[in-house]
């Protein structure tokens, strides 16, 4: 006999922000914030410009999650 876990059982130490839908959509998230970034220092933007566009970055980016989650579910 087997004491493999059936497929339909999850790991107890898997939590909320280990599973691969939610390390998908925080690497989503920080690739926009890191591009507006990317964009502002090819703009030649100060640092609190950069440090600006990369927060808008990652409100958008989280906005844009949402609506993803949104549209799916």
Known sequence: MSRR???DRRSPSTGALTSPSTRVGIAFVLLVGLSCGLIA???EASLMGI???IGVGLVAGSG???YL???LA
């Open 64 to 66: 844009l999650l949402w």
């Open 51 to 53: 440090g600006t566009a």
């Open 5 to 7: 876990r059936g497929p």
């Open 69 to 71: 989650h949104w549209i």
């Open 41 to 43: 220092v090819h703009g």
